[in-house]
């Protein structure tokens, strides 16, 4: 069972920072692309940033040199540092991890944390 776990949400101000984290855990036999989504009250999901597994990495254009993606492949965790918060980044975050399970080596699955709110007072 593979499972992701998000921590790192609260309430900051405008102009603040947070760091999320998400650790995926079980039967993990390779992780490839890992990445951020968030949904704010009333909007669709939309990707925030994504790393793949050679570490490049891609960003909405709402978080172009605010937000920053990184991954621990060795504790395979992911990470968004945000910065320069505004209150449009006010949102429900999750994780996302596109991996192969041990029980199913030869194909990738889309995996989901939980997610983690963040909320960004003005």
């Known amino acids: 069972q593979v499972q992701l776990v998000e921590s790192g949400g609260g309430l900051v101000q405008a102009g603040g920072s947070l760091r999320l984290s998400c650790a995926a855990s079980g039967s993990i036999f390779s992780i490839n692309h890992m990445g951020w989504y968030r949904q704010a009250p009333g909007k669709q999901r939309e990707r925030v940033a994504r790393i793949m597994r050679d570490g490049s990495t891609n960003y909405a254009d709402s978080v172009k040199g605010r937000f920053t993606i990184a991954r621990d492949n060795a504790k395979a965790t992911v990470y968004l540092q945000m910065n320069s918060l505004e209150p449009e980044d006010t949102a429900v975050y999750y994780c996302?991890?596109?991996?192969?399970?041990?029980?199913?080596?030869?194909?990738?699955?889309?995996?989901w944390g939980q997610g983690t709110q963040v909320t960004v007072s003005s």
């Open positions: 996302n991890a596109d991996l192969n399970p041990s029980s199913d080596r030869t194909r990738s699955y889309m995996y």
